[in-house]
């Protein structure tokens, strides 16, 4: 049963962009349906009809099990689970509503173009308890836009290539921009503190990375997807282990780039491969190394939200139900399936808690609880689901060198900086 | 007298190549059989099968099935005499792989009644790793004689020998490879290479330059095969040695085949590739027997058109699926490239735990 688990790949929920297609075209399951019988093989015209209803009616229940597989193992992770118990509320907490209104927010995006800067604020400003005014987030990062554009055309690209777009883009994050009126833009680097902002959960904030020119691997893909907007750009977030960065296709859809904003490198798919945490099962049910459509942006940004909950207050119905909706417009979020996972493991430690249950009693005490019971082995079918999918946990050693491994990649007049940054690495890190 | 012997030599080789065609026919209905569940399914009886239709019905399967016992019985006693440092609740399995990865790679002194002995492992053979001048250079009966095989024969033996002790061991590929994708419940899929004996991560099979992103997401390669896409690759296998026997076939043979094997593992990029091969070499044939030339012009001609376009039609599919041809003087490069770069590549977890017994 494991390895049939394993095995399954997920339907194809790729972008409706003209670029991805290239991708979307080429499915395992379009594999199977391009392969035609074959014209030559010596039959009448009325045996080869039949051959190739044969073919069809198989092919399609060969379809129809794999659907029913997959839908299994989705069913399994995604499933609203009830249960008579329930963590304590913080319904009630100061600043809680704040977060209510943010989801109902972000709830109203989901059925209309929404922009990823108007998303990103709400998931922020829930945190910093609406203190912040969107119209002046809203005028930073449009006067960025147009500084952008007007760097653009000093240095004469083309406007329409998706390339030069984000090239320019590339540049903006990683070089030092001079404008003929005197506009002066400076790198924005990596912010080696509290990398998972552990410590200070703003830390991973776009509007942390606006105030200091620092940010991380999630604040910084954030930003350059809010100024693709502006600048009418291509390009997709993508996700490795513990790791987010950005990927866009080249002007005629045929190859994708892939921009690593932390070390300000155009990384190969090898190099991210080489941190070794990737499996090809993550790869075939689209974990890892697949361009985020919009929809399953807007997943992402629910996770976000939930995360900052968790941090803020703790884990209760409002982290299920977010939790949820995220995996709804993305069953396979690898950050939504763990969120669950440990949603239920709290679930688990209270319930066992409360009812007295613990290591050496739990084999005589559980059966006397059946709901505990279900709730436990809910758990753990999490837990498998995520196994099955092909993910593997990548120790924050382990990301970390990965990073120090790409910082390496670039060229050496820039090692003097990069060794500066090495060196706050040595201070203590908090670990995730 | 001369005329008569000369007669008499063409009878016979008709004669055997009937025999050999015959037998070829034999062997693709047994694995067909195997896929329609109409027998049991044995990969070691489809790889038997295989290369007897290769060797003229002359596999020694006496010999062959000997030896697979004895290989079975040495591994059940060095399984009853190790103990593993894994002690999770399927630590039982583990074993059995890690003992069967052991007789195939380590050297194991032993005892029996009539004194001391020693196991030899069987090795990567550098000589015409792709069987290109010899084709029995590929079989598990080659790498039993003679101890030394390649990345066909090698995982092939391994698969035979999880099945004969009750462990799974599944097939998985890379471009021109195979190895052995199993798992435990620590670390979930893991990868055994046999060519060099190491467990490299999914990061050293994706490395050689050859792997396109799309081809894992589309399941070219790095997919744990099932039995019956096994049995699959072995009608391939099968094709692949009838058109090795007989270069001037007419293409019916490997055509069925391939329709057979792709019916059940359709994305399995050999069979796609033998397919596409194969419809060029009927269309060449058809083209030559009329006094054509093969070239692009042959598209406009209305009797070759369909024929033409189903032919590029495939080789599109299996460019776009992500397949590129590695040539192999890049291979050889890639396989040592996982004993120079070990720490990039080594799965450490699986490497550590295999060295304590």
Redesign the interface.
């Known amino acids: 049963m ?3 688990v ?2 399954v ?1 997920l339907p194809n929920i790729m972008p409706k962009t003209p670029q991805a297609s ?2 979307q ?4 399951q379009n ?2 349906s ?9 039959m009448s015209q009325q045996q080869r009809n039949k051959a190739i209803m044969a ?1 069809v009616e ?2 399609q229940k ?1 379809e129809a099990e794999y659907r029913k597989r997959v839908q299994g193992l989705l069913n399994e992770a995604v499933s609203h689970f009830s249960t008579p118990y329930s963590l304590p509320s913080y319904h009630n907490e100061k600043g809680a509503s704040n977060y209510r209104k943010a989801f109902k927010r972000l709830e109203e995006m989901e059925n209309k173009p929404f922009s990823v800067r108007e998303a990103v604020f709400t998931v922020e400003n829930a945190f910093y308890e609406q203190e912040r005014d969107y119209g002046e987030f809203e005028k930073v990062i449009q006067e960025t836009g147009n500084f952008i554009k007007q760097k653009m055309q000093e240095f004469g690209y083309n406007p329409k290539s998706n390339v030069a777009k984000n090239l320019i883009l590339f540049q903006f994050f990683s070089d030092t921009l001079r404008t003929k009126n005197g506009l002066k833009h400076l790198p924005l680097k990596y912010d080696f503190q509290d990398i998972y902002g552990k410590k200070d959960w703003s830390k991973m904030f776009v509007t942390k990375l606006l105030e200091s020119s620092t940010g991380q691997c999630h604040s910084l893909p954030l930003l350059y997807l809010m100024l693709v907007e502006e600048i009418e750009a291509v390009a997709h977030l993508s996700r490795s282990p513990n790791h987010t960065y950005i990927k866009f296709p080249d002007d005629n859809g045929m190859k994708w780039h892939n921009v690593e904003l932390t070390s300000h490198i155009l990384t190969t ?2 190099l991210i ?4 945490y ?4 993550a ?2 049910n ?1 974990l890892y ?2 361009p985020l459509s919009k929809r399953e942006l807007l997943a992402h940004m629910y996770t976000d939200l939930v995360m900052g909950y968790e941090k803020k207050f703790g884990s209760d119905k409002f982290t299920e139900e977010v939790t949820q909706k995220a995996l709804q417009l993305h069953p396979t979020s690898i950050t939504a399936l763990l969120n669950k996972s440990n949603y239920y493991t709290e679930m688990v430690q209270h319930v066992f808690e409360q009812l007295g249950i613990n290591k050496e009693n739990a084999r005589q005490k559980l059966p006397n609880h059946p709901e505990a019971l279900e709730l436990y082995r809910t758990m753990v079918k999490q837990y498998k689901a995520i ?1 099955a999918l ?1 993910y ?1 946990k990548m120790p924050d050693e382990m990301y970390q060198e990965w990073l120090r491994n790409m910082q390496q990649q670039r060229n050496n007049q820039e090692q003097k900086e990069m060794k500066k940054q090495l060196n706050k690495l040595t201070k203590p890190i908090s670990k995730l | 007298m001369k005329k008569t012997l000369i007669v008499f030599l063409l009878i016979c080789i008709t004669s055997t190549a009937q025999d050999r065609e015959t037998l070829y026919l034999g062997a693709l209905t047994s694995l067909t059989e195997m896929l329609q569940d109409s027998t049991k399914i044995s990969f070691k009886k489809a790889v038997m099968i295989v290369e007897n239709a290769y060797l003229h019905g002359t596999l020694d399967t006496l010999a062959f099935n000997d030896e697979i016992e004895r290989l079975k019985k040495f591994t059940q006693a060095i399984y009853k005499n190790r103990s593993l440092l894994y002690k999770e609740r399927d630590s039982l399995e583990v074993k059995k792989q890690a003992v069967l990865f052991s007789v195939m790679k380590d050297t194991i002194p032993y005892f029996n009644a009539t004194g001391e002995y020693k196991h030899i492992p069987f090795t990567y053979d550098f000589e015409d790793i792709w069987g290109h001048k010899n084709w029995e250079n590929m079989f598990v009966s080659k790498l039993l004689q003679t101890r030394k095989g390649n990345c066909h024969s090698l995982p092939y033996l391994y698969k035979i020998l999880a099945q004969e002790i009750g462990t ?1 061991a ?1 097939l998985a590929l890379a471009p021109n490879h195979v190895y052995i994708k199993s ?1 435990n419940h620590k ?3 893991y990868n055994t290479e046999l060519t060099s004996g190491q467990f490299p ?3 050293w ?3 050689s ?1 050859y792997v396109h ?2 081809a ?4 070219i ?4 095969l ?1 039995d019956k896409q096994s049995i699959a690759m072995c009608i391939i296998d099968l094709a692949e040695g009838y058109n090795k026997a007989f270069p001037a076939n007419d ?2 043979f490997p ?2 085949a391939c ?1 057979i094997a ?2 059940v593992y ?2 399995y990029i050999n069979g ?1 590739i033998l ?1 596409a091969e194969t ?1 060029k070499k ?2 060449e044939q058809k083209i030559e027997k009329e006094g054509g030339e093969f070239s692009a012009k042959i598209r406009e001609k209305e009797e070759y058109k ?2 033409f376009l ?1 032919m590029q ?1 495939e080789y599109a ?1 299996i460019h ?3 397949y590129r041809r590695m040539p192999e003087e890049m291979y050889l490069k890639w396989l040592s490239s996982l004993n120079a770069e070990r720490e ?1 590549y080594i799965n450490k977890e699986i490497t550590n735990r295999n060295k304590s017994n």
């Not at chain 1, 990737?278 to 099962?281: D, S, V």
């Not at chain 2, 390669?221 to 744990?224: G, P, Q, V």
């Open positions: 494991q390895s049939m394993a095995q790949g290239t991708f075209q080429y499915g395992s594999i199977m391009n392969s035609r019988p074959n014209p030559m093989y010596g073919e198989m092919r060969q798919n090898a491969l080489q941190n070794g990737i499996k090809a099962e790869i075939q689209k190394m697949h196994d092909g593997k | 799974e599944h798992q670390d979930g899929w991560n999914d990061a099979l994706m490395a330059g992103l799309d894992v997401a589309n399941k390669y790095m997919e744990a099932n293409g019916a055509m069925l329709e792709l019916r359709p994305h796609r397919r419809i009927i269309l369909e024929t189903a039609h599919v776009h699926a992500g990039k």
